[in-house]
T-cell receptor, first 116, second 112 residues
Framework: AQKITQTQPGMFVQEKEAVTLDCTYD???????LFWYKQPSSGEMIFLIY??????QNATEGRYSLNFQKARKSANLVISASQLGDSAMYFC?????????????FGKGTMLLVSP | DAGVIQSPRHEVTEMGQEVTLRCKPI?????LFWYRQTMMRGLELLIY????????DSGMPEDRFSAKMPNASFSTLKIQPSEPRDSAVYFC??????????FGDGTRLSIL
């Protein structure tokens, strides 16, 4: 089974609207972390936001927020007031386990296109 | 602060040639990761180091690939001999402990 599932290959949104990018995860660990990265057409990977499994509040960073629903194992990224510069590929990733160090598992990504 | 620095940004070479990709981590970061990104397979972890020591190289595709981290400021990923199927974008990422990983701009590798 895939550890990270991003079911939306592509999403379209108009400028200034909000958009939600879906991410579901699969783990049996109690302690884990969820990350979102942005990859614009120029190719770099940019860290956006992090949510720990024990965090009670949903993470927020500027226009980005993470809608964390633990029981449903979902960690959707919400971008408010979309801008043209938000057009990019978005990757959800998970790090499992609390003991020692563990690496990230990435989803396949969602391509977001913001239109004027 | 300077981010993760990778070189070269682009590399085009003929199959059979040796390819060396370079990475300078963010100062103070004790973890370094090498990833490969392709359309077919997405983002794959190849190997990672902690305090210059390789911890897990299970993602390295075959013996043609090798990675070193001789000191805290430098790492290399080498492919010898290179093959067309090695064409991909190779990323280096670094992190301090369990903090989020920060990626370099990547090296776009084309093997003809």
């Amino acid at each position: 089974a895939q550890k990270i599932t991003q079911t939306q290959p592509g999403m379209f949104v108009q400028e200034k609207e909000a958009v939600t990018l879906d991410c579901t995860y699969d783990t049996s660990d109690q302690s884990y972390g969820l990350f979102w990265y942005k990859q614009p057409s120029s190719g770099e990977m940019i860290f956006l936001i992090y949510q720990g499994s024990y965090d009670e509040q949903n993470a927020t960073e500027g226009r980005y927020s993470l809608n964390f629903q633990k029981a449903r194992k979902s960690a959707n990224l919400v971008i408010s007031a979309s801008q043209l510069g938000d057009s990019a590929m978005y990757f959800c990733a998970m790090r499992e386990g609390g003991q020692g160090y563990s690496t990230l598992t990435f989803g396949k990504g969602t391509m977001l296109l913001v239109s004027p | 602060d300077a981010g993760v620095i990778q070189s070269p940004r682009h590399e085009v070479t003929e199959m059979g040639q040796e390819v060396t990709l370079r990475c300078k981590p963010i100062s103070g970061h004790d973890y370094l990761f090498w990833y490969r990104q392709t359309m077919m397979r997405g983002l794959e972890l190849l190997i990672y180091f902690n305090n210059n020591v390789p911890i897990d190289d299970s993602g390295m595709p075959e013996d043609r690939f090798s990675a070193k981290m001789p000191n805290a400021s430098f790492s290399t990923l080498k492919i010898q001999p290179s093959e067309p199927r090695d064409s991909a974008v190779y990323f280096c990422a670094t992190a301090e402990g369990n903090q989020p990983q920060h990626f370099g701009d990547g090296t776009r590798l084309s093997i003809l």
